[in-house]
Structure formats: structure tokens, C-alpha cells
């Protein structure tokens, strides 16, 4: 052979054409690779979400953000730093990632019915090159031998293929563990019924929060959708009118241990639902972890508070107000904002702004605050404001750019305090308020997502996939016997060994226990064992 | 329902008392690991070849064919001619301890239980103890299924740590829960939270000396001068990997299962199955990070250190989870109780 070699030119690779450059770039998507890099730049991007406010999760604290931080908070809005988990670029990863993911899997899925059709492949001539491999030599002749592995095998579950050997003897091809890759692809496609079943709850589910005092009724419609939005595909002129009453409301915080004093321990609406307005009620008890099934929806009580029952009368004694107002908790003694908005007043509208505090206490001798959640001592601390109320969005707030705070003629601010079954005159001759009672109110959440039940199925499906793909060896065994030539005559020289597909320890024991199932070896001919 | 205070200061001695054990234990697991090196050398001074023929043979059953002579606790199956290893009194006392520590840790944990009437893991004081004790439950049950006394110190101590951090920092007086957690789902979605982390820790230890012995091994093969450490005592790198890699493949669906009756619980509680709170952030975090990890062993080119290195990661989350995510980032899942 010349030992010189002429030069060739450099390979010219074929170019690609743009079906091949599509063709290039798709396998390139659906690699583990960039399964592998999308998976772990998901939860990179999933970061942010946990450490800047989320407006999905707390909306009061993107604002108090963005009034902290003037500089560098619009701009992480405009990224969407306070909206991640609906962002372009996040649903971009997760998109991707699924794309990549049914991209692999629909093609393994038809390897894979292809595969549990058919028979296990013939046995490869080295036996040595596998990771597990034996040699023995057995008393008694090969047909019994390979009969005795045949059926040990198949008790192992597997599935198998004997053929005859030219020269004599016999080979044993066998395979178990189809489930495993079973497992695997049901838990990578029930990952994608999750995906489509969380959209279908977004788009066709509607949730709303709502505030019932006691003794007031929640009739189910948009219109009365304190907070919340319905999916952009729900007909809102069809949401079943179901109604709940609350008939009363049992609250208690903790009152002995002094650690944890003013802790929320238990809370509980009473209340009678009816599937539509004037139907038959029913009763029922609606508490943290026990929602309420109306009508395709569930209600559950998220919280609790105050709405003391404020009554305002004009001059002449004629009732302008009379209502259970609910004031809103700003923190753990549950101190409650609130405002009375009496629009039929004259000649100019009145409202009354201010602080409910259920266990009041006065700092300094003066400022009223509240020292326990429970109505021990209850009071009214209100400001009076006159104007225009004009059209706020907020039942709970007031719109002060129309309405002046009505002061004193020593020009202090007029503070009401009021206690309950008390009356004051309202400057000015303005009429007079009444603090009647206190009523507590109940926070409901109502919920009404289709997707649910798909995607509690489609994560248990997952998990049982997720489950088999990872403990049910998927293994081929091979066993080739020949009858025994020279000083082996008589007996049979046997080999087996076993490969598996992924990481596999169990191996070694696998053909151990196909040899203790088969037949004494020769004590004379030296046992070669393998290291794996 | 009041809570029995006697009982729940009964709980806190018998806590000093495990960890006075677990000290114990952690040192007679240290002087294991430091004679180790000698041990090794003793051994491959007797048998050259033995080294080899150590990999994978720890406990697995010989052939048939072969007479056995196996025992467990690192020994190696004997043969005619090599010497048994030396017994290994240090870390057989260090076990002893180990179990001693546990029915102690267990103990305080039932006394605070039936103290309170509820599962003991309702704040951060709770979760670090009852879940450290399912750390050394685990790391038990482990050591019956193969000679894990190596990892002792690495897995003991940490327990260690936490306990004393529940102790010091986290410490909240005995009392009731908020209503949100007064349900059956916070004794499975927590319990399996626990033995998820569990298991995640060991593997943890695992990874890491996985990732040292696989450096000097590759260091050995370069033809750099050996040199002796309690490392040497230690099995190879590949079995490391490969009993790290079974514990992650355990952990893994118990943390799929958690993630899962999480949601369940949030849909009962809070009317959604899944909002993106920080604690469900996380938890989505780790799940993705392990999912990762295990898609790094089947990868071409990311098997061994590469896929070690992710295993890594996603135990930072898990601490981050705990530790971080639970006392600052406020969200649903506020319940430390850590002032």
C-alpha cells in the first residue's frame, strides 16, 4: 500500500435548502439538549416572579413598589416584572419547551406501539461487550437448559424469543419493560392535557370577590363583582344566578396564649344558598377549607370583617342612610377603613370618612387606634366631607377632588367617635348620624373554573406515568447454549448476558438469578466471571 | 382547645436530649471517616487488585455459583485469602447514637404534637424539627439498604445545624393554627414535603462527594501523586453517582406528589389550584430544576459531573424554599410565625 496519499479536497457539505434548514432547526428544538436548556431557563425566568411583587398575587404591593422605587419600577413593569407568569417572554419559554416536548414524544410514541408489537431483537455475537455478561458450564444437555431459562424468563415477565443455533443449541432473545416507556410518554402527554386544561379554566372560567355583609344577600351576576374578571370567553349574560344569604357569621381569634394573642383561630358564615332568586334555599356552612358547591361554582371564604349598620337623617329626621357599611381591615387588629357615602343629601352630598376600630384604645389620650381584631369596645372615628361625589370606582373609597372636609369654626377638623347605639348631631345643622350596631361581614371568593377535573386528572396520570418510567427496568437478557465439546461433552456451555435501556444496577442480580434458576454448574471448569 | 404547656417544655428537653446524641453520633461518624484513609490503605496493601473488584460488589449478591461470604457493614465479601476489613467501632456506636438521637427527636416531636392536638408542623420552629427527623429517618432506612455510614457526618450534621438554628432562631411557644391550615391535607401535603426534602438531602451529600471523589479519581488517572484522605475509605465515584442518582429517582415523585396535593389543598382553601404565590414559585422552581436534572442523565455529554452539578442547584433551591422564602416573601404561604 502506497504510503502517500493524494490530497483530497476539503468535504463539501450539502447546503441547506430552506426544507432542510427547517428540518435542521426542528431537530435541533426537539433535542434533550434544548429540552435540558429551556427546562432549566424556566425556572430561571420563574425567579423574578417570587421576588418582585406579582400583581396576580398582591396588587396593593406592586403599587406600594412602584411608588418606592420611581426610578427602576416602570421600567421593570414595561418588562413585565410584576405580571412574569403572563408575560410574552415567559409563556415564550414554556411554549417552546412544549413544542420541543411534542415534537419528541409523538414520534416515540409510534417507535414505541411499533415496538411492543414486535419480537425481541436476535442476540449481538459478543457477549462480552455488554455490561452484565456470565459464562457456565451445566450438567445436562442444551434443549433442557435453554427450556429451563425459557421458562424462568418468562416468570421474570419477560417476553421471549428462542431460536435455533446453526452447530446446535439454542439462543434465547428476551425483553421486558415496554411500561417503563409507556409510563414515560403518558407522563410527558398528560403534561400537555395540564397545559390545555389550565388555558381552558382561564379562558372559560370566571372568578369573583365579593363582600356580603350579615343579614345581606350575594345575587351572582358581573354586576356585582366587588373584584375580579371573568375569562375572555364566558358569556356573561349566561352566569347561573344562584344567590347567597348570610344569616350570621362566628369569628374568634386567639384570646388566652399571650404569644399569639389576636391570631385568627376560626371563622364560619352561615348561610342559605338557592340556585336562582326566589328558589328553595338551602342551608349550609361555608369556613376556611369547607367551600360551598352552588351551581357548577364553589364559594369560599377568604375573609372577614366589619360593617358596622351607620343610619343618617337630615334636619327633619328623615332617614338619607341606613345600611351595614362595610369597613375594610388594614392589619391584624383588624383596623377598618371605610367611608358613608349619602348621595340624596342637600343641598350638597355628604360623606363620611374614616376608621372603624373594634377594640378601640386611644394613644396619647387622643388618637384612636384598634388593640385587639375582636368587637370588645367598638367605635366610629369619622371625618365629615361635603360635595360632589361624583362617580368613584371604589364603593370603599372616596373621591376627595370634589369633596371638602367640613371643619369647626376654630377651623379643626370635624372628628366624629361614635359607639354603638350612640348619636351626634353633625355640624351645621346637617342632620345627625347613628352608629346602630355592629355586623360583621364575609370576604367570598366565587370560583368557576371547567378545566379543573382535567387538570386533577392529567396530574395524577403524570404522576403514575412519572412513577413507572423511573422504576420498571426495562431490560433485554440473552442466553446462548451449546452442548459441550472435548471434556465438556455431555454438559452445556452457556452464556448469558443483559443489557438495559438507561441506568440500570440491577443487572448483575438479574443473571444471577437466571443462573440460580438453571441447572448446577460443573465444579471442575473454572467459573469466569465478569466484572461489570 | 388549650395547649398543654407542660408537655410542650417536656418536648423541648427531650429535643436538648437528641441533640446531645446527635453530637455524639456526628463525632463517632467523624473518627469513622478519619481512619479511614488508613483503613484503605491497609486493605490495598493486602489485596492490590481488590480495588477493582470493590466496584459494585458493596452488597450486591454474588453468583449462584460462587460460596458467599457476605456480610453487610462495608466488609468486603471475603474469599479464601483477603483479610476482612477491620470493624469499624466508631461508626457501629455512631449508628447506635444515631437511633438513640432519633427516638429522643421523635419523642419531643409527639410530646409537642399532643401538646398542641394538631400534626406538629404548623410553623418554622415545627417544620425544622419534624423535618429533621424524618432527615435521620430516612438516612436509617437508607443504611439498611446499603452501607451508607460514610455519609454519617454529612448527614448528621446538618441535622444537627437545623436543630440548632429551630432551637435559637426559629423558636415559637407551643399555640393553635390559623384556620387556612386546619385541615387532613396539611398532615399529607407537609408529610410529603418532609421525606421529599429528606431524601433530597441525602442525595445532596451524596452529589457533593460524588463530585470530590470523582475529581481525585480523574486527578489519579492524569498520574498526579496520590494522595491520602478518609476519602479513600469511601466507595468509588460511579457507585457514588449511581446510589445519588436512586435517592434523587425516589425524591422526585414524592416532590411531584407534594407539588400536586398542594394544589389540591390551595383549590380547597383559597379557591385556585395554583396562583403563583412565592412558596408555589419555588416549588414549581425545584420541581423544574430536578425534571432538569434527571433530563441531564439521559443527555449526551451532561452525564456525570455536569448533571451532579444541577442535582447542586436544585438543593440551594430547596434550602432557599425553606429558609428564605418562608420568613420574606409574603404570600399565602406566611405561616412561619417567626417574629
Known amino acids: 500500500m502506497s504510503t502517500a496519499t493524494t490530497r483530497r479536497p476539503p468535504a463539501t457539505l450539502p447546503r441547506l435548502g430552506p426544507l432542510g434548514t427547517v428540518r435542521y432547526v426542528w431537530r435541533q428544538l426537539t433535542s434533550m439538549r434544548t429540552a435540558l436548556f429551556l427546562l432549566l431557563l424556566l425556572a430561571v425566568a420563574a425567579v423574578p416572579g417570587s421576588v418582585l411583587p406579582q400583581r396576580g398575587v398582591n396588587a396593593a404591593q406592586v403599587t406600594g413598589y412602584l411608588a418606592a422605587h420611581p426610578g427602576v419600577g416602570p421600567w421593570l413593569d414595561r418588562l413585565g416584572g410584576f405580571d412574569v407568569f403572563s408575560s410574552v417572554w415567559f409563556s415564550a419559554i414554556y411554549l417552546l419547551l412544549f413544542v420541543s416536548l411534542v415534537g419528541c414524544v409523538l414520534p416515540r410514541s409510534r417507535q414505541h406501539v411499533r415496538a411492543i408489537w414486535a419480537q425481541p431483537p436476535s442476540a449481538p455475537r459478543h457477549f462480552d461487550r455488554l455490561p452484565a455478561h456470565r459464562e457456565a458450564v451445566l450438567f445436562g444437555d442444551a434443549a433442557s437448559t435453554v427450556a429451563a431459562a425459557r421458562s424462568a424468563l418468562r416468570a421474570r415477565r419477560y417476553r421471549v424469543r428462542v431460536t435455533d443455533l446453526t452447530g446446535g443449541g439454542h439462543e434465547i432473545s428476551a425483553e421486558r419493560g415496554y411500561l417503563r416507556e409507556t409510563g414515560n410518554l403518558v407522563f410527558h402527554l398528560a403534561l400537555v392535557v395540564l397545559l390545555v386544561a389550565v388555558a381552558a379554566g382561564h379562558l372559560l372560567g370566571w372568578r369573583a370577590d365579593v363582600i356580603v355583609p350579615v343579614g345581606s344577600t350575594y345575587t351572582n351576576a358581573v354586576a356585582n363583582f366587588d373584584a375580579g374578571d371573568p375569562g375572555p370567553w364566558v358569556d356573561t349574560e349566561r352566569l347561573p344566578p344562584f344567590t347567597v344569604a348570610v344569616r350570621s357569621m362566628f369569628v374568634t381569634f386567639e384570646e388566652q396564649d399571650v404569644a399569639t394573642r389576636g391570631a385568627p383561630r376560626d371563622f364560619r358564615a352561615d348561610v342559605t344558598s338557592t340556585e336562582s332568586p326566589g328558589g328553595p334555599g338551602r342551608n349550609s356552612v361555608i369556613s376556611v377549607n369547607h367551600p360551598l358547591s352552588v351551581d357548577g361554582a364553589k364559594v369560599f371564604l377568604l375573609g372577614n370583617g366589619y360593617a358596622p349598620v351607620i343610619t343618617v337623617r337630615d334636619r327633619s329626621g328623615q332617614e338619607l342612610y341606613s345600611e351595614a357599611t362595610p369597613f375594610l381591615p388594614q392589619d391584624g387588629n383588624y383596623t377598618s377603613v371605610g367611608v358613608v357615602k349619602v348621595a340624596g343629601a342637600q343641598p350638597e352630598q355628604l360623606a363620611l370618612n374614616g376608621l372603624f376600630l373594634p377594640t378601640v384604645a386611644f394613644q396619647g389620650g387622643r388618637v384612636p387606634v384598634s388593640i385587639f381584631p375582636d368587637a370588645k369596645n367598638p367605635a366610629l372615628a369619622l371625618q365629615v366631607y361635603t360635595g360632589d361625589l361624583g362617580s368613584s370606582p371604589s364603593v370603599y373609597t372616596l373621591d376627595q377632588r370634589s369633596m371638602t372636609p367640613l371643619r369647626q369654626p376654630d377651623g379643626a377638623l370635624v372628628r366624629l367617635i361614635l359607639a354603638p347605639g350612640q348619636t351626634v348631631d353633625l355640624p351645621a345643622g346637617l342632620g345627625t348620624v347613628t352608629f346602630d350596631r355592629v355586623e360583621r361581614f364575609a370576604g367570598f371568593s366565587v370560583r368557576h373554573d371547567p378545566g379543573k377535573g382535567w387538570a386533577l386528572g392529567a396530574a395524577i396520570a403524570a404522576m403514575v406515568g412519572l412513577t413507572l418510567s423511573l422504576f420498571v427496568p426495562r431490560r433485554r437478557v440473552f442466553v446462548r447454549a451449546r452442548p459441550g465439546t472435548g471434556d465438556d461433552r455431555g454438559a452445556t456451555l452457556l452464556e448469558v448476558a443483559a443489557l438495559a435501556r438507561g441506568e440500570d444496577t440491577g443487572l448483575d442480580d438479574e443473571l444471577d438469578r437466571l443462573l440460580g434458576a438453571l441447572g448446577p454448574a460443573r465444579p471442575q471448569n473454572a467459573l469466569q466471571e465478569a466484572t461489570a | ?339
Not at chain 2, 29 to 46: K, Q, W
Open chain 2, 1 to 339: 382547645m388549650s395547649v398543654n404547656d407542660t408537655l410542650a417544655s417536656s418536648a423541648n428537653v427531650l429535643l436538648y436530649g437528641s441533640m446531645a446524641s446527635y453530637t455524639g453520633a456526628f463525632l463517632g461518624y467523624t473518627l469513622d471517616l478519619a481512619g479511614g484513609a488508613e483503613r484503605a490503605e491497609r486493605s490495598s496493601v493486602a489485596a492490590p487488585g481488590r480495588q477493582l473488584a470493590q466496584v459494585g460488589a458493596g452488597t450486591h449478591q454474588v453468583a449462584a455459583a460462587r460460596t458467599p461470604a457476605q456480610t453487610r457493614g462495608g466488609d468486603v465479601p471475603g474469599g479464601g485469602d483477603v483479610p476482612q476489613q477491620p470493624r469499624r467501632k466508631a461508626a457501629g456506636i455512631a449508628v447506635s447514637l444515631t437511633v438513640l438521637a432519633l427516638l429522643l427527636h421523635l419523642a419531643a416531636v409527639l410530646a409537642r404534637g399532643v401538646a398542641v392536638q394538631r400534626p406538629p408542623w404548623g410553623n418554622m420552629y415545627e417544620f425544622a424539627t419534624a423535618g429533621s427527623a424524618v432527615v435521620t429517618l430516612a438516612f436509617l432506612a437508607a443504611l439498611r439498604w446499603r452501607d451508607l455510614r460514610y455519609l454519617g457526618t454529612f448527614v448528621i450534621g446538618p441535622v444537627l445545624l437545623t436543630l440548632g438554628l429551630a432551637v435559637t432562631v426559629l423558636y415559637t411557644r407551643a399555640g393553635q393554627l390559623v384556620p387556612s391550615l386546619k385541615s387532613v391535607w396539611l398532615a399529607i401535603h407537609v408529610s410529603v414535603a418532609f421525606v421529599s426534602s429528606a431524601l433530597f438531602t441525602i442525595a445532596f451529600s451524596l452529589t457533593v462527594l460524588y463530585l470530590v471523589q470523582e475529581r481525585r479519581e480523574r486527578r489519579l488517572a492524569a498520574g498526579e501523586a496520590p494522595r491520602r484522605s478518609f476519602m479513600d475509605a469511601l466507595p468509588p465515584a460511579r457507585e457514588l453517582d449511581l446510589t445519588a442518582y436512586r435517592l434523587h429517582a425516589v425524591a422526585f415523585p414524592l416532590w411531584t406528589f407534594t407539588l400536586v396535593a398542594g394544589a389540591i389543598w390551595a383549590e380547597n382553601a383559597w379557591g385556585r389550584y395554583w396562583g403563583w404565590d412565592p412558596k408555589e414559585v419555588w416549588t414549581f422552581v425545584i420541581w423544574v430544576v430536578y425534571a432538569g436534572y434527571l433530563h441531564a442523565r439521559a443527555t449526551r455529554g451532561w452525564q456525570g459531573t455536569k448533571s451532579a452539578r444541577v442535582a447542586l442547584v436544585g438543593y440551594g433551591c430547596i434550602l432557599f424554599n425553606f429558609l428564605v422564602v418562608n420568613i420574606f416573601f409574603v404570600g399565602f404561604h406566611s405561616y412561619a410565625g417567626v417574629s
